[in-house]
């Protein structure tokens, strides 16, 4: 099996900063692929940013030039820095993964538990 441990959310004012992490354990043979999604009261669950063994990301519009995805592969976390917050940020942030737990390829897809970011002067 396979776990998610989404950390770092909290209370900032507009302008500042924080810093997401996603810890994956358990039963990893490579991380296909990892994510950030967000989601606000009321409304759907969106993508905010990606990041592939391909090397490709992206960005949702909203949040390009401030927020920047990262990943350490030795320690099979993804990080999602985010800079210049708005109150428009404010949601439950989401990891979501794609991992190989095998050479077989057998494959497990699943989320964190989410952290609470909310941005409020």
């Known amino acids: 099996q396979v776990q998610l441990l989404d950390s770092g959310g909290g209370l900032v004012q507009p302008g500042g900063s924080l810093r997401l992490s996603c810890a994956a354990s358990?039963?990893?043979?490579?991380?296909?692929?990892m994510d950030w999604y967000r989601q606000a009261p009321g409304k759907q669950r969106e993508l905010v940013a990606s990041?592939?063994?391909?090397?490709?990301?992206n960005y949702a519009d909203s949040v390009k030039g401030r927020f920047t995805i990262s990943r350490d592969n030795a320690e099979n976390t993804l990080y999602l820095q985010m800079n210049n917050l708005k109150p428009e940020d404010t949601a439950v942030y989401y990891c979501n993964a794609e991992i190989v737990m095998a050479q077989d390829g057998s494959t497990w897809n699943g989320w964190g538990q989410g952290t609470q970011v909310t941005v409020s002067s």
């Open positions: 990041f592939t063994t391909g090397g490709s990301t």
């Open positions: 358990g039963r990893i043979f490579s991380i296909r692929a």
